[in-house]
């Protein structure tokens, strides 16, 4: 009976929140080389959006551990522990300390972990800040052609390497494609964003809107997709939860409001709608009709104006009068989407990781790695990169300060209600104290 062939693979994924563990458990699988038997470990940076067990259980990613962690303990497990491939999924300064951590963490190593990092989705503001703060990595994965192209401009521009940007696609398409003949009823679903718009104005005329459509087809069921409830933080925060504004609106019988898995959600889809939603690019892979909307303009604020040249943009009055989209094909090329759909109509999307797990099987054979090497260092950025590692307890070289959180020690009873009540102070915070504060000020 021949050898199996099959290698044993030891992967972490430090993430901090639910989709950014969504995107790097998913690109952790996407991204390893082919025959890989993965042992998945999971860590959860510790602040104000690690998920709830919920968010967890709705991203549908099993880990062999999950736990939660502080930067500095995180560090000192990766200086214990042996790893192949590590991706960072989170926040740009958040990896960079950790770069920065890593680096003095594996100083003394004959071998380190190939260091993985990226997006989560589209990339449509603060694109130089973002990006050179993930510089450093082994590998900083561009989603699309369109942005592998952009991320070189901006390393190449600041005169740092660009080897790194490795294009490869979103790791969470996929699902059937949209059939032929529809569905009965016809459903249209919203996708929702936390911080997108931020006004209680626009948000409060979106969902008015959305209820309006209900009201003028009762044929067709009419979903608002909501990231998470009241209380729970994903990547952005949110300050006015489309569950409180719509206890003052009077909907009919066939709008609602869902929760769950896009994907599952995307599988009765007839038409798509949302503002600016990593959500439309799952949707035109599954060739799902899609709409980004204009009624509030197309701005950068919005990220919106990303869609420009998609075929997608329109208003709700258009969609009210039958309107359907036809997307450009060439845009939706150029988006790491692929254009045919999912397998049989497609199949381009399948090859879409195939470079970067080849950089990595060559990483992982090489005899040695040369140490990580961010482009901001305390000579390029003295004003900016030590503040950076602070937050995260750590000093100028990337150590330890003095005083920063033990490792491998459960927090005490007594400190873990602390910290939970923190969090709820937080929160309450962000979602009731700061709106009525801002509220005041425009008296």
């Known amino acids: 009976m021949p050898a199996s062939t099959t290698k044993s693979l030891r992967v972490a994924v430090l993430a901090d929140s639910d989709t950014r563990w969504k995107w790097g458990s998913l690109t952790a699988n996407r991204i390893s ?45 990766m200086a214990k522990e042996q790893y192949d491939v590590l991706v960072l999924a989170l926040v740009g300064g958040a990896v960079q300390a950790m770069l920065h951590g890593l680096a003095h963490a594996w100083q003394a190593r004959e071998k380190r972990p190939v260091v ?57 398409l996929g699902g059937n494609a949209y059939p032929a003949g529809g569905h009965d009823p016809y459903t249209v679903v919203f996708a929702a964003q936390p911080s997108v718009p931020e006004s209680r104005k626009d948000r409060t005329y979106l969902l008015n809107r959305l209820i309006q459509h209900a009201r003028l087809h009762p044929d067709r069921e009419v979903l608002l997709k909501l990231r998470s409830k009241p209380g729970e933080h994903t ?49 035109l892979h599954r060739r799902v009709p899609t709409v980004v909307l204009s009624d509030l303009g197309v701005r950068e604020a919005l990220g ?41 109509g497609g199949g381009s999307y399948e090859t879409a990781f195939d470079v970067a797990r080849f950089r990595i099987t060559e990483l992982l054979e090489a ?60 929160r309450h915070g962000v979602q009731r104290v700061a709106p009525v504060i801002r509220r005041m000020g425009e008296l």
């Not at 998945?40 to 962690?69: H, I, K, M, W």
């Not at 038409?271 to 959500?279: P, Y």
């Open 304 to 344: 919106n104006h990303h869609f420009v040249g998609s075929g997608c943009l329109a208003s709700w009055d258009q969609l009210d009068a039958g309107h359907r989209p036809s997307p450009d094909a060439a845009w939706v090329a150029r988006q790491g989407v692929a254009a045919g759909g999912p397998p049989p």
């Open 33 to 77: 080389p082919a025959e890989s038997d993965i042992r998945l470990d999971g860590f959860l940076l510790r602040g104000r959006a690690t998920p709830t067990a919920r968010q967890l259980e709705e991203v549908g990613v099993r880990a062999d551990s999950l736990r939660e962690v502080t930067a500095v303990e995180f560090l000192r497990e």
């Open 367 to 426: 005899d040695k790695l040369p140490a990580l090497a961010p482009y901001y260092t305390p000579v390029t950025a003295p004003g900016y990169l030590p503040g950076i590692l602070a937050r995260h307890h750590l000093g100028p070289d990337g150590s330890p300060l003095p005083g920063a959180p033990a490792a491998d020690k459960q927090p005490s009873p007594v400190r873990q209600i602390v910290r939970r009540a923190a969090r709820g102070a937080y």
């Open 235 to 283: 990547t952005h925060i949110e300050e006015l939860p489309y569950q409180k504004l719509v206890q003052k609106a009077d909907p009919p019988a066939n709008f609602r409001l869902v929760y769950g898995h896009m994907g599952e959600v995307l599988d009765r889809t007839d038409l798509l709608v949302t503002i600016s939603s990593t959500a439309a690019l799952e949707s």
């Open 116 to 172: 993985v990092t990226g997006y989560v989705g589209v990339v449509y503001e603060k694109l130089a800040d973002g990006l050179l703060l993930r510089h450093g990595a082994d590998l900083v994965l561009a989603n699309s052609r369109q942005d592998a192209d952009r991320f070189r401009a901006v390393y190449e521009g600041v005169g740092a390497d660009a080897s790194s940007v490795t294009e490869v696609a979103l790791p969470f």
